[in-house]
């Protein structure tokens, strides 16, 4: 029998959650977790070389001014433009993270989305970000979900899987928890929200859900999956309160890169300039941040 | 080491806080004839915030003629419209003073800054401004060919744990019928309802309407005695109202209490069960426990008795327990030491009787009054712990095997004030509901209160009911 979800009191709790006050030291201690925790991303129609240049270089060093600001975990990116970060990121801890099996709808053949999958691994992917058939899922072909994803896992080897529910379409919590359900069991080393692609991404409701999906999942058989929150996650105070949710559902040792990431482009921008604002006490225009 | 513990967040809205405090009668500040004061404490931090004024028999007479004279003069002739004038403005008030009034509640009572927020000073304003919207409305709450007329003066006893949202339960719908009002906070919690006072005054309310009279036990008794006072309205112990509804036998007094409780509430193996373990937290943590309405006895289906006490062994290692006034605080301070005394020996006897005690691992704070979050598992329907009233932060854990005994022993209590069921089945949760005996029942949710939803209890939690029309009905003549 799968878990169910009752929305009410879940967006209650979320709802009490995101109410936590997040100041000072903490403040600043959640931003660098953030920052560190964070998959740069860019995935879009007109990605070009040269903007993956540029967003690599930002991720090693997301403000050259403030010295002590740490690198990015990743950057997440489409398979063709792996070897460019690859090249950019070399010898460096940031990771590659690319999209794979047909993102962001994953309606092609298995060959393809397999062929996509390998084709990112081949170009040097350290990681890699799948979505799951959504179809299959909500016309309740549940088998044929969780045995793609282990295929995937399979041709991913150890290269790390983050498996995206894409949960703005799966309609309900009772189906977001049974989608994460079914990707743990898979063998996702990550599970992830969203691709960012749709109307709804991200929200913290669901991100409560994931968390208890990951929490029982490592209960029943020690091991401990990760979570990756992506979509819609703009500013400092969404992601302080995604931390509290990892705090207070998995617990701090969750507070890693391994085991959770949010994947944002222009988070990072709002979490300098808050981080800043700590550490000078006034805020600085946008200008002073390189862009991207 | 903690990577990313919570720094300090403590409110830092000042509440003004008179040095002494006289009586609220005929819409002025005046000196006990007693001459005496007693000391109202932050039990948070056990220091004097204020002197009270200690109200005696001749202080109450006081405050009775002066509702007396008001309810004649003023009050019961005045156009209801321009009643709901008043009741609206004072409405505005407390949501335009919301913050500070949410900070003099923590002092004052030791409960969380985010509940006082959040839910007291808000819903208190809800209930001013919900029947302020009645006042001209009234004979749509009679039966047909009855007329709504007020009672006339109304004495209303107010309880520790939600000390101004209690006094706006009484306060609202007896103004809106065109009663006049002596109100007494409770001894440990004075402050609010005195502010409350202050708010009336500014909002030009006529002298003697509402009459603020501060004390103890001896102060409520001389209200329920005096031979003036035609409604007493209760919200208290249990022992205490039986005493109350001695006292007015007889009399032609009207009368409603609201008294204590031991709440069944009832989990199912099928339940949401992540949900259902925040309802239960929520159900006994929710203001330390200090709620009559509490879910203090949680039942659960004996399948899902591991789960259930894994979980919530877990939880309430995340519940953050400390200074009331910092907005991170989910569990505030213990009322008074002598709240702390009962809780403590009840918890005691739930040990002595065999009962196993699982608590949250914190550090208390060195000074002030505090319990850390507990439950019980391996209690027996006949242990202390199940059946009286602990009024803490403390849970008794029973089992059950079949929806019927899960009613049986539901209901297997004095009391009847409130329950709870957590299934995802909703014909099992109707089912259920009905077969309980007490006044509110939460289905997949607890401690829900909204003004126009009436409650109060069956039994020895009670009879009457506040909020909704069927409040409004206990301050009318019929």
């Known amino acids: ?292 | 080491m903690a990577i990313f513990e919570y720094a300090p967040a403590p409110e830092t809205t000042q509440a003004a806080i008179r040095e002494q405090y006289g009586l609220f009668i005929d819409g002025k500040w005046t000196a006990p004839r007693t001459g005496q004061y007693f000391d109202t404490v932050n039990p948070a931090t056990e220091e004097t915030l204020a002197r009270i004024a200690y109200a005696g028999e001749e202080d109450v007479d006081r405050a009775v003629r002066a509702a007396r004279k008001a309810y004649d003069k003023y009050w019961r002739k005045m156009r209801p419209a321009d009643r709901a004038k008043y009741i609206y403005r004072i409405a505005r008030a407390i949501t335009e003073r919301s913050r500070e009034l949410a900070v003099l509640e923590t002092m004052d009572g030791g409960k969380p800054i985010k509940e006082s927020r959040d839910f007291d000073v808000p819903l208190a304003a809800a209930h001013f401004f919900y029947y302020a919207g009645w006042a001209d409305k009234l004979e749509w709450a009679m039966r047909a060919g009855e007329e709504p007329k007020p009672i006339g003066v109304a004495g209303q006893i107010v309880p520790w744990n939600f000390p101004l949202l209690m006094a706006a339960w009484k306060l609202a719908p007896a103004l809106a019928c065109g009663n006049t009002i002596v109100l007494k906070p409770a001894e440990t919690t004075p402050l609010t309802a005195l502010a409350l006072a202050q708010i009336a005054a500014e909002a030009d309310l006529p002298p003697g309407v509402l009459n603020v009279v501060t004390g103890d036990g001896a102060t409520g008794a001389a209200l329920v005695g005096h031979q003036d006072v035609d409604k007493i309205a209760f919200t208290g112990s249990t022992e205490v109202g039986k005493a109350i509804q001695r006292s007015t036998a007889g009399t032609g007094k009207r009368l409603t209490l609201e008294l204590g409780g031991k709440a069944a509430h009832i989990v199912f193996a099928d339940a949401p069960m992540d949900q259902a373990i925040e309802g239960v937290v929520n159900g006994i943590y929710f203001n330390q426990g200090h709620v009559c309405c509490a879910g203090s006895r949680l039942l659960v289906e004996e399948s899902a008795h591991e789960e259930i006490v894994v979980r919530l062994t877990d939880r309430i290692q995340t519940l953050r327990l400390g200074n009331p006034l910092d907005k991170n605080t989910d569990v505030g301070a213990i009322n008074s030491k002598m709240q702390l005394d009962k809780i403590k020996e009840l918890v005691g006897s739930g040990v002595d009787e065999g009962a196993t005690l699982v608590q949250q691992s914190c550090v208390l704070p060195e000074r002030g009054y505090f319990f850390p979050a507990s439950f019980f598992t391996n209690v027996q329907q006949s242990h202390r712990i199940a059946r009286e009233e602990i009024f803490g932060p403390v849970l008794s854990i029973l089992t059950f095997r079949t929806p019927e005994e899960a009613v049986e022993k539901a209901n297997n209590t004095p009391y009847g004030l409130s329950a709870g069921i957590w299934t995802d089945k909703g014909s099992k949760n109707m089912y259920i509901a009905q077969y309980l005996r007490a006044g509110v029942v939460w289905c997949n949710t607890f401690n829900q209160f909204d003004p126009s939803s009436p409650f109060g209890g069956y039994r020895e939690s009670g009879f009457g009911r506040e909020g909704g029309v069927h409040g409004l009905r206990e301050y009318l003549a019929h």
């Open chain 1, 1 to 292: 029998m799968s878990v169910t979800v009752d929305a009410v009191m879940l967006e209650t709790r979320a709802g009490s959650l995101a109410k936590r006050s997040i100041k000072t030291t903490t403040k600043v201690a959640g931003i660098r977790l953030a920052i560190q925790c964070m998959d740069l991303t860019t995935l879009e129609g007109k990605d070009s070389e040269g903007r993956v240049r540029s967003l690599c270089a930002k991720a090693l060093h997301p403000a050259p001014h403030l010295p002590d600001v740490p690198s990015v975990a990743a950057v997440c990116i489409y398979p063709n433009l792996v070897p460019v970060a690859k090249e950019a990121l070399r010898g460096t801890s940031v990771k590659v993270a690319s999209v794979a099996t047909a993102f962001p709808s994953g309606l092609s053949s298995m060959e393809v989305r397999l062929a996509d999958t390998l084709s990112a691994i081949a170009a040097g992917a350290d990681e890699i970000d799948m979505v799951i058939d959504r179809g299959a899922f909500l016309a309740g072909r549940y088998r044929e979900v969780h045995d793609e994803i282990v295929a995937v896992k399979a041709a991913c080897g150890p290269v790390h899987l983050k498996v995206i529910l894409e949960t703005g379409e799966l309609g309900s919590y009772d189906a977001v928890r049974r989608a994460s359900d079914l990707a743990l069991e898979a063998g996702a080393d990550f599970i992830k929200t969203s691709t960012g692609k749709v109307g709804t991404n991200a929200t913290f409701p669901v991100a409560v859900t994931m968390c208890e999906a990951i929490r029982d999942y490592a209960r029943r058989t020690g091991r401990r999956a990760g979570l990756k929150v992506a979509g819609g996650v703009r500013t400092t105070k969404q992601a302080m309160t995604y931390l509290v949710i990892i705090k207070e559902t998995l617990g701090e040792s969750w507070l890693t890169p391994d085991l959770f990431r949010i994947g944002a482009s222009s988070l990072l921008d709002d979490l300098l300039m808050q981080y800043e604002k700590e550490l000078t006490g006034h805020y600085a225009g946008r200008d002073y941040f390189p862009m991207d």
